[in-house]
């Protein structure tokens, strides 16, 4: 199981199949604050859900399409964070994150992207990695606002949230770029 550690008490882990009930608790925990900007979580309504959540993206590091890390804080699981649309011929992936209400605000999420990005850059040899997120989303936007990201474009209705197109707001880092 691959482990990143953040800091001194966060340390992102490959998320596991015994790690599904702790999710699908989280995920309830929040779910009325997730699902303003996350369209899955009204379909993630089972534990059954969380682990299938969990298998798909075991399966896709197998493949090395993504991986999927568990944000543990002081030994508790507290959110998620991943890489996704792995391009190898262009060596570039994004980063997509939430993390349960009660530990919002406190600079987790930022942290745990730094260590995601440096291995990306570093381990996995990336160029490039994009964040994404729907356009209203600005404390989403915020984060890679403050890792020095460039915003590189809109693109009109490429989302569908709760019946609605979003406009989706591309932020993008390069290796040569990125200074931690
Ligand atoms: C977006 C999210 C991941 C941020 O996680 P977090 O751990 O709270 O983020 P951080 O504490 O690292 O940083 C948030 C920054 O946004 C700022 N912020 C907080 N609320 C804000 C708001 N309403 N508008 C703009 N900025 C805001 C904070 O000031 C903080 O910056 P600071 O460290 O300079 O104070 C989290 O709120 C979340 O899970 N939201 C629901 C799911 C989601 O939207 N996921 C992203 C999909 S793209």
New binding site residues.
């Given amino acids: 199981m691959l482990e990143l550690p953040v800091n001194d008490t966060i340390l992102l882990k490959q998320l596991q199949p015994e790690h599904a009930p702790a999710l699908f608790m989280l995920i309830n925990s929040s779910r009325k ?2 699902r ?3 369209p899955w979580v009204d379909y993630n309504t089972t534990e059954e859900h969380s682990l299938r959540f969990i298998e798909l993206m075991q399966r896709k590091a197998d493949e090395q399409d993504a991986i999927a890390f568990g944000i543990w804080q002081d030994g508790q699981l507290c ?1 998620v964070i991943d890489l996704h649309d792995w391009d190898h011929p262009l060596q570039k992936a994004e980063i ?4 349960v209400e009660a ?9 745990s992207c730094k260590a995601l990005i440096g291995y990306a850059f570093a381990a996995l040899r990336l160029n490039k990695v994009e964040i ?3 356009l209203q ?4 936007g ?2 890679p606002i ?1 890792l020095g990201f460039s915003k590189e474009g809109i693109l009109r209705q490429s989302a569908k949230l709760h019946g609605h197109y979003v406009d989706m707001v591309v932020m993008g880092m390069l290796r040569q770029d990125w200074k931690y």
Avoid at 103 to 111: A, D, P, R, S, W
Avoid at 137 to 140: G, L, T
């Fill in positions: 604050l997730l303003k900007y996350l959110g997509g994150y939430w993390i530990k919002q605000g406190k600079g987790i999420v930022t942290q994404r997120f729907v989303n600005e404390k989403s915020q984060i403050k």
